[in-house]
């Protein structure tokens, strides 16, 4: 990458002139092959390194959650368009939403298309909508599906997911990429036991990083939501306690990044989706997101570049990567 294009890099402290300037942690990152350009801020490749830290993540989270009897669901990272206008993202992230639009004219279109690209003009006003969102957040897909079922068994249930999810927030910061993945435990059922899940999780949650070797904080957050309005929900996610994040500092100059997620949702998806529970009541939904991305790029700034030199017991947490 243009080494200018990563002079906007908020850096801690500031240089003297006369200094080469330090690397900044995406630079070194790069520069270690861990991460690939593209050419696009925030979408990048990942070496087998890289993957194989993540991959040792996803199996320390799936011991964790081993005594969850969670159903394992996996998505492609898309959904239907229906399902994502029913979830209401568009009325609280419209910014950060990405859909997926296809060319779907004739011969004469295509001969269009191909001007455009010949006189280097714009061609993506030939696109069309093709029904397909990419997903916001892992969970989102559950939903509809869980909703199909019918009513929740007596105790609730939790669901296993993990995807890649689409947020159209460019940025030069490694830890706020387009596409990342998150792995997720999601539960449904009653009040108490969606509050009790989450606690249950927020001490996991800190235990994964104790035994990860990581400085971590546990803090009540807020969702960065739209416009003028979003204030206002966002203080009263904040009031009410909804949401709490693990933060672990991964960025030079910057406070801490949130790596994990402990959120209620109360009724909002299950009045959506009308997911009922076996005695008839609305149902709660929680969510315990793991960012992997963000996970590994504090497990590589906390720990070095070379995962063969992490202390012992952190090896040993993610299966000898
Ligand atoms: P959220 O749904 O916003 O609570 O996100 C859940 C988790 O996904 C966060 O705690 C992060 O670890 C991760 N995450 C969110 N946004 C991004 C992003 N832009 N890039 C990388 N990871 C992210
Ligand atoms: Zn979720």
């Known amino acids: ?86 979830s209401e993202y568009l009325k609280s992230f419209p910014n950060l939403a990405g859909t997926i639009h296809s060319f779907c004219g ?39 599906v ?45 009040p108490e036991r969606i509050v009790a899940f989450r606690q249950l999780w927020m001490e996991r949650g800190q235990a994964l990083a104790e035994s990860l070797q990581l400085p971590v904080e546990v803090d009540v957050a807020n969702d960065p939501f739209f416009g003028r309005g979003g204030k206002i929900v966002a203080d009263s996610q904040r009031e009410l306690k909804l949401k709490f994040e693990l933060l672990i500092p991964v960025n030079d100059g910057l406070g801490p990044t949130a790596c994990m997620s402990f959120n209620y949702h109360m009724d909002h998806f299950g009045a959506l989706w009308h997911i009922g529970l076996a005695d008839g009541g609305t149902a709660h939904t929680g969510c315990v997101g793991f960012g992997i991305e963000r996970l590994v790029l504090a497990l590589l700034k906390h720990h070095g570049l070379d995962p063969a030199r992490w202390p012992q017991p952190v090896r040993e947490t993610l299966g000898d990567v």
């Open 146 to 190: 869980v909703a199909k079922r019918g009513p929740l068994p007596e105790a609730g249930k939790v669901v296993d997911v993990l995807s890649y999810c689409y947020r159209h927030e460019p940025s030069l910061e490694p830890t706020r990429m387009q596409l990342f993945r998150q792995r997720e435990y999601v539960c449904l059922g009653s």
């Open 1 to 86: 990458m243009d080494a200018h294009a990563l002079t906007d890099v908020t850096q801690g402290g500031g240089a003297p002139e006369s200094a080469a300037p330090q690397p900044t942690y995406l630079e070194q990152l790069l520069a270690a092959g861990l991460l690939i350009e593209t050419g696009v801020k925030g979408l990048y490749g990942r070496s087998a390194v890289f993957e194989a830290v993540a991959d040792g993540l996803n199996a320390a989270i799936t011991r964790l959650g081993a005594d969850q009897q969670a159903e394992v669901l996996r998505f492609p990272p898309a959904m239907g368009q229906h399902d994502f206008e029913t």
């Open 106 to 144: 004739d011969d004469r279109g295509h001969r269009r298309l191909l001007a455009r690209l010949e006189d280097k003009e714009d061609w993506t006003d030939q696109q069309e909508p093709t029904g397909v969102v990419l997903t916001p957040a892992a969970c989102y897909p559950i939903y509809p």
